[in-house]
């Protein structure tokens, strides 16, 4: 079974940074590939990153620069850090495990609760 638990979200000025994490059942990181999405209200759910098993990422243009996708193995937790951030940031951000091929990551149906990011002065 693939449980996913994220945290980390909060309130933050335009420019500050934030580190979300998403804990995951153990052995995910051997068989998944690990995605971080997020969706504002009235749009669509859209990729932020993605890191494959061998520990390629994909990043949308976007967050490239901005947003970093990371894993600790140890830990069965997945993070991403994200800097100099935007009002067009505040959305709310899931944990999925997918698949990654062909340098794309594409989402399989697990994911997180969700963990509010809002961006405001």
């Known amino acids: 079974q693939v449980q996913l638990v994220e945290s980390g979200g909060g309130l933050v000025q335009p420019g500050g940074s934030l580190n979300l994490s998403c804990v995951a059942s153990?052995?995910?990181?051997?068989?998944?590939?690990m995605g971080w999405y997020r969706q504002a209200p009235g749009k669509q759910r859209e990729l932020v990153a993605g890191?494959?098993?061998?520990?390629?990422?994909q990043y949308p243009e976007f967050v490239r620069e901005r947003f970093t996708i990371s894993r600790d193995n140890a830990k069965n937790t997945v993070y991403l850090q994200m800097n100099s951030l935007k009002p067009a940031d505040t959305a709310v951000y899931y944990c999925?495990?997918?698949?990654?091929?062909?340098?794309?990551?594409?989402?399989?149906?697990?994911w997180g609760q969700g963990t509010q990011v809002t961006v405001s002065v």
């Open positions: 890191l494959s098993v061998a520990g390629r990422t």
């Open positions: 999925n495990a997918g698949t990654f091929y062909a340098g794309s990551y594409s989402p399989f149906g697990y």
């Open positions: 153990e052995g995910i990181f051997s068989r998944f590939a």
